[in-house]
């Protein structure tokens, strides 16, 4: 099992610093929105807008969609893989409670959606810059995943899963020259009109940074409409 002896005592263990004042702290800063995501969309956007290089910003396009399917790959073994129960909704563990949450449609949490999303977007950044790339992947593990196991919401195996699963999507869709080709093409089409990529870009990446939830909504809209 997932959950096995390593994984809830490590939890334990990182829980246990809630104690201190320190960890208040900082996860007021990693539930911020804005402050967790800078770095990442500010890199992302840096290298979007760098070089007007086609072949860049299709390799990019081509990331992006691996980490739209991998946040949505992620939310859904949320929903169907038996693996253990989110800690903080696990009265038997007695965790040391920051915040509570609100929400939980998912009992499940492997793997970590927010992690999988930021170590993904990380993955895209250190594909076209490796310095930068490792650093967003350091920031997206100090300040995003950790955190979330230190005030219960995750076990480390959760944020493992997310570590596989984001960077794992994105390599594997860097692969497929087809992809590329097929972003490239579109993007040529569009040579002309480049605002209009760029605003469509704005908005995919706004909702990015909030765990693609206009999509996940909209999806959900959608199966229901489609079983009623």
Same mark, same amino acid.
């Given at each position: ?124 950044? @250190?594909? /076209?810059? $490796? ?5 967003? =992947? &350091?920031? +997206?593990?100090?300040?995003? %995943? ?42 040529? @089409?569009? /040579?002309? $009109? ?5 605003? =469509? &870009?704005? +908005?995919?990446?706004?909702? %990015? ?20």
């Amino acid at each position: 099992m997932l959950d096995g002896n390593w994984d809830r005592e490590l939890l334990l263990t990182l829980n246990s610093l809630v104690g201190l004042d320190g960890p208040h702290y900082v996860w007021g800063l990693a539930s911020n929105a804005l402050f967790r995501g800078f770095p990442i969309f500010f890199a992302w956007f840096v290298l979007w807008f760098s070089r007007d290089c086609i072949r860049r910003r299709s390799r990019m396009l081509v990331a992006l969609l691996a980490v739209c399917l991998a946040t949505v790959l992620s939310v859904w073994l949320q929903f169907h893989l038996a693996t253990h129960t989110r800690p903080i909704l696990d009265p038997a563990l007695h965790l040391n409670i920051i915040d509570p949450g609100s929400n939980w449609d998912r009992t499940g949490s492997f793997p970590s959606d927010t992690a999988t999303v930021f170590f993904a977007l990380a993955t895209v950044i @250190l594909l /076209e810059n $490796r310095v930068v790339g490792l650093i967003c =992947l &350091l920031w +997206v593990a100090a300040v995003i %995943a950790i955190p979330r196991v230190v005030v219960g919401w995750h076990y480390p195996s959760d944020v493992v899963g997310s570590l596989l699963l984001g960077p794992g999507f994105v390599l594997l869709f860097d692969k497929v020259p087809y992809l590329r080709m097929l972003f490239e093409r579109s993007l040529r @089409l569009f /040579e002309g $009109r480049m605002y209009l990529v760029h605003a =469509l &870009l704005f +908005v995919l990446m706004a909702d %990015a940074s909030h765990l693609f939830d206009g999509l996940q909504h909209a999806g959900k809209s959608l199966v229901r409409m489609l079983g009623s």
